[in-house]
């Protein structure tokens, strides 16, 4: 079954605005939490992650939020670009697990 | 230079037929895998290698033989194809203990159609 449950499925935005990508896992064995983003026909590619330790991390445009007792995570796109339309992943695993469990995906579009 | 990459990156092909998919990483990662992403993008583990050794095989159908010639090669072998196969497959690459600094790497895919 799923390990991690990604919300929503779709999201259209218009240029400027901020998507909103939602994760939830149950496995309190996780400790690493990467998002990933993929263009057609090319591979899923690392954006940002973060550790349960840390509640909130930037880099550049990217946010994630992580909310450890909730066993919740998000994606923040500030200031949204038509460049930024893709296919976000979240992911979860943990240190000895050899592998990334991946949400569902959402496919965000952000209109000029 | 590519970090993974795999071949081919199109392979359309008839149900019964056998036909292998190959990756290379020239990364310097131990650890290496197969993911499957379905039609409605859904990444899926199918094997992951460490050092050459394989580490996890997520419940695939025997159909399904990965090969680990060195640390900086993996290959996916499927006998005896289905329509159900059809997908696009995702190598990837990673150092253990250096997931929170490099993440994981994936190729381009291999986009197999069975008809």
């Known amino acids: 079954q799923q390990q991690v449950k990604q919300s929503p499925q779709s999201l259209i935005v218009q240029k400027g605005g901020i998507p909103i990508i939602n994760c939830a896992y149950e496995?309190?064995?996780?400790?690493?939490f990467p998002w990933y983003q993929q263009f057609p026909g090319k591979g899923p590619a690392l954006l940002i992650a973060?550790?349960?330790?840390?509640s909130e991390k930037k880099e550049g445009r990217f946010t994630i939020s992580f909310n450890k007792s909730a066993k919740q995570f998000s994606l923040h796109i500030m200031d949204s670009q038509p460049g930024d339309s893709a296919t976000y992943f979240c992911?979860?695993?943990?240190?000895?697990?050899?592998?990334?469990?991946f949400g569902a995906g959402t496919t965000v579009t952000v209109r000029a | 230079d590519t970090a993974v990459s795999q071949t081919p990156k199109y392979l359309v092909t008839q149900m019964g037929n056998d036909k292998s998919i190959k990756c290379e990483q020239n990364?310097?990662?131990?650890?290496m895998y197969w993911y499957k992403q379905d039609s409605k993008k859904f990444l899926k583990i199918m094997f992951s290698?460490?050092?050459?050794?394989?580490?996890i095989n997520e419940t695939v159908p025997n159909r399904f033989s990965p090969k680990s010639p060195d640390k900086a090669h993996l290959n996916l072998h499927i006998n005896s194809l289905e329509l159900g196969d059809s997908a696009v497959y995702f190598c990837?690459?990673?150092?253990?203990?250096?997931?929170?600094?490099?993440?994981?790497?994936f190729g381009s895919g291999t986009r197999l159609t069975v008809v």
């Open positions: 992911a979860a695993s943990s240190r000895n697990d050899y592998k990334l469990s």
């Open positions: 990364l310097g990662h131990d650890t």
């Open positions: 496995n309190t064995a996780f400790d690493y």
């Open positions: 290698y460490n050092n050459k050794e394989l580490i």
């Open positions: 973060i550790r349960p330790d840390v």
């Open positions: 990837a690459s990673s150092q253990e203990g250096a997931r929170e600094r490099s993440g994981y790497t």
